[in-house]
């Protein structure tokens, strides 16, 4: 079975900072990753996924991800935060041959002024 | 078209009641998924359909909840006397099949319902 590590609960960066937030997998072949944004009391929004290819993947509001095989990562960068990014952020991985995604626990991103 | 719907968006209920949440999907997804978040975790999968037949349910999903999706297009998850361990945010999310949606895939999400047993 896959699973997903995120392994920062809280992360604090200042506006205007660079952000990157980390996140480890499991699974045994090359698996589909998700990163999803959730702000306060809402469902979550995709900010972009890998599949197969490049392993750089651009998504929405300026966000990018790295698929790193051969260290089992897939980490959300940004090269300057804004306010509007404080939310909690949750990384997926799908498998080949499954339907259903497994989540991570979530990283929180504060924005300091 | 609008996303996917949940309603209600808060139910609070009294341990031992019955509930029942609704989920429009996106009109063109053949499938649709429940999920739960409880606080400090992320989603943790329930059930899955495709059309109207159940596809997938998890260890999660105990004989007190139960899921429909009678025509292929909304569903409803009901949980039966419920418990305080029921609380959480209960996540629908509406996709095409791989097949389908190619590399287009990937789950859209409601806003959820947020349940509170009191």
């Known amino acids: 079975a896959q699973s997903v590590t995120q392994p920062d609960i809280h992360i604090t960066v200042s506006e205007g900072a660079s952000l990157e937030l980390r996140c480890n997998y499991s699974y045994g072949a090359t698996p589909y990753l998700f990163w999803y944004v959730q702000s306060p009391g809402q469902g979550l929004q995709l900010l972009l996924k890998?599949?197969?290819?490049?392993?750089l993947v651009q998504g929405i509001k300026g966000f990018e991800a790295e698929f790193k095989r051969s260290q089992s990562s897939f980490n959300l960068r940004k090269p300057s935060v804004h306010w509007s990014d404080a939310a909690e952020y949750f990384c997926?991985?799908?498998?080949?041959?499954?339907?259903?995604?497994?989540f991570g626990k979530g990283t929180m991103l504060l924005v300091s002024p | 078209d609008t996303g996917v719907s949940q309603d209600p968006r808060h139910k609070i209920t009294k341990r031992g009641q019955n509930v029942t949440f609704r989920c429009d999907p996106i009109s063109e997804h053949n499938r649709l998924y429940w999920y739960r978040q409880t606080l400090g975790q992320g989603p943790e999968f329930l059930t899955y359909?495709?059309?109207?037949?159940?596809?997938?349910k998890s260890r999660l999903l105990s004989d007190r909840f139960s899921a429909e999706r009678p025509k292929g297009s909304f569903s409803t998850l009901e949980i039966q006397r419920t418990e305080q361990g029921d609380s959480a945010m209960y996540l629908c999310?509406?996709?095409?099949?791989?097949?389908?949606?190619?590399?287009?895939?990937?789950?859209?999400f409601g806003s959820g319902t947020r349940l509170t047993v009191v």
């Open positions: 997926a991985v799908g498998a080949i041959g499954y339907s259903t995604l497994t």
């Open positions: 890998y599949f197969s290819g490049d392993t």
């Open positions: 359909f495709q059309n109207e037949a159940q596809l997938e």
């Open positions: 999310a509406s996709s095409l099949d791989r097949n389908r949606a190619g590399f287009n895939y990937g789950y859209t």
